[in-house]
């Protein structure tokens, strides 16, 4: 093995019951490069990481590091190597403070009066504050992890790694739940450690931002290693459509609008947040059907509280919510879904599924109820399995079981595909969809969107509620923007330019 090569990863096999993860596997990484790992949801990048991260052990191969032959047994054998994981979704315990977390398992100790044990947190309070300024993820160690947004908490598993003196360092998907302003920081703290001699695998789908910052690419497919490019020498279009296996578009063509009847009219909608601040503000908008109703904002201006108040997850402080004629501002959730409203959340894993129950269930939780899925009040399993399985093949969701696949076990992209599966199977007459792409890979990206215009097509209200600009501009027929809780301006997706959305979106223009 060639000095120059940290880790190498010779032949890696990994079967899981129905499914072979990482068939064949070899893969080498540099000193000092960021090395990506490119795939569409359940390719087997995680899979192939968590051996190197000593989670899982392969069945078959080897793992070199530094020119050694390693067993990794254990997350504990990859520290000692100096490896380190930010996984995707984040390993934190949300009750404790920033330096707990960091510090857990290797607990600095001192000893009162010479005989009693304690933990040194003052110092290891410290210690991070200054590591973290010094790789520019200033955080402060006595915050709790419950207190903290997203990206902090992200900062706070960078410096677990860090405070471990990890020399490899794996990131999982790490913009998945990112805004762009975000993940423009977290690039640029990547670049900063590279700079700084450590070596990055970064385990993702999106193809700009391997384009920003990685020096090479494998591409993962359905288990298989299909290339490793030199990112500077490879198209976006080139990487796109090995990862996927077909040539991809990046663009959407719908047909003109039909607008319909309007099935949802918002009047005058508030929302206060459980500290009692008005984070949504006296909006007003309705959607017609065979329309797509976009709202466009920076992460944070009330765009979730809104969707979440229209779905029943939360109170609305005052106004009404009109839908088909009839006022439901009082109803709880399943009434609503019975009156036609589906809904695609935001956080899939928190209000999206049910993480301990199998596929089956997570795809008939809504009308597990409804016949031909039980009669009479008693299930039928056939059904059920049969309904289920549909779907799983309609909407190409990704499970080594089938029906009986855990969900906890299966990717994030797929748990979406099957929440989008799920809500568009139950016809409703008004679509809610939050974030319907985040964390897909470009194939998936595709899938989703052109459903979300074929529901239009058949006459359904939509409304998009999505960070990604492009994705607004792509799919709207009519473009709402909120600052601040407040709808600014609603136009006709044709009158407006994605400059003029983006100013909409900063309140540099009223």
Known sequence: MSDEYIVEMRRITKRFPGIIAND??????????????????????????????????????????????????????????????????????????????IILGIEPLKKWM???????????????????????????????????????????????????????????????????QEIEFLLGVMRELRNKGKTIILITHKLEEIKQIADRCAILRRGKLVKVLSVKDASTQEMANLMVGRVVSFTREKSPPRFGETVLEV?????????????????????????????????????????????????PWKGRIILKGKNITAEKIRPRTEAGISYIPEDRQRYGVVLDFNLGENLSIKNYYWPPLSEHGVLSDEAIRNYAGDLILRYDIRSGQGVKTLTRSMSGGNQQKAIVAREISLNPDLMIFVQPTRGLDIGAIENIQRQILDERDKGKAVLLI??????????????????????????????LSTGEVGEYMMGVRS
Not at 116 to 137: C, H, M, T
Not at 152 to 177: C, G, H, N, S, W
Not at 469 to 488: C, H, P, S, W, Y
């Open 466 to 495: 999505s960070l990604e600009l492009d994705e607004v501009m792509n799919l709207a027929d009519t473009i709402g923007v909120i600052f601040k809780g407040e709808l600014r301006n609603i136009s006709p997706a044709g009158k």
């Open 267 to 315: 009047q005058d909608l508030s929302v206060r947040n459980e500290h009692k601040f008005e984070v949504v503000k006296n909006v007003s908008f309705s959607i017609r059907r065979g329309e797509i109703f976009a709202v466009a904002g920076v992460s944070g201006n009330g765009q979730v509280e809104l969707a979440d108040t229209l779905a029943g997850l939360l109170k």
């Open 114 to 180: 010479g005989l009693f044990p304690y933990v040194d947190i003052k110092n290891a309070g410290e210690k991070i504050r200054e590591l973290s300024r010094s790789y520019g993820l200033e955080v402060d160690p006595s915050l709790r992890i419950d207190d903290v947004n997203v990206s902090t908490q992200q900062r706070v598993e960078i410096l677990k790694m860090l405070y471990r003196q990890a020399e490899i360092l794996i990131f999982d998907e790490p913009t998945a739940v990112l805004t762009p």
């Open 24 to 101: 064949d596997i070899s893969i080498s990484v540099k000193r000092g490069e960021i090395f990506a790992l490119l795939g569409e949801n359940g390719a087997g990048k995680s899979t192939l990481m968590s051996m190197l991260f000593g989670m899982y052990e392969p069945d078959e191969g080897e793992i070199f590091v530094r020119g050694q032959k390693v067993s990794l047994s254990s997350s504990n054998a990859a520290a000692a190597l100096n490896i380190g994981m930010v996984h995707q979704h984040f390993k934190l315990i949300h009750n404790y403070t920033i330096a707990e977390n």
